[in-house]
């Protein structure tokens, strides 16, 4: 049974840093890609950041040069670095990965607000 339990959101005010981390489960973490997707109120989810299984790493133009995407497969834990945060960033982040299905995590709220 595949699980993914993200952790690390909270407020924040614009330009601080937080960092996100999704533990893995059910898998063999070091196959697969992982991800991090937003969704905000009345907004579609949208994708945030990936890495695949040999660490290649692509991002939203949104988040590109402010967000790290990394992962630590002795730990099977993925994480999302996020540094100079806007209010434009507040959403739920979700973590996800595919083997033979799409698997999402429950999402962790990131605010950003003075």
């Known amino acids: 049974q595949v699980q993914l339990v993200e952790s690390g959101g909270g407020l924040v005010q614009p330009g601080g840093s937080l960092r996100l981390s999704c533990a893995a489960s059910?898998?063999?973490?070091?196959?697969?890609?992982m991800g991090w997707y937003r969704q905000a109120p009345g907004k579609q989810r949208e994708l945030v950041a990936t890495?695949?299984?040999?660490?290649?790493?692509n991002y939203a133009d949104s988040v590109q040069g402010r967000f790290t995407i990394s992962r630590d497969n002795a730990m099977n834990t993925v994480y999302l670095q996020m540094n100079s945060l806007k209010p434009e960033d507040t959403a739920r982040y979700y973590c996800?990965?595919?083997?033979?299905?799409?698997?999402w995590g429950q999402g962790t709220q990131v605010t950003v607000s003075s």
């Open positions: 059910g898998i063999v973490f070091r196959l697969y890609s």
């Open positions: 996800h990965t595919f083997t033979d299905s799409d698997y």
């Open positions: 890495v695949t299984r040999i660490f290649k790493t």
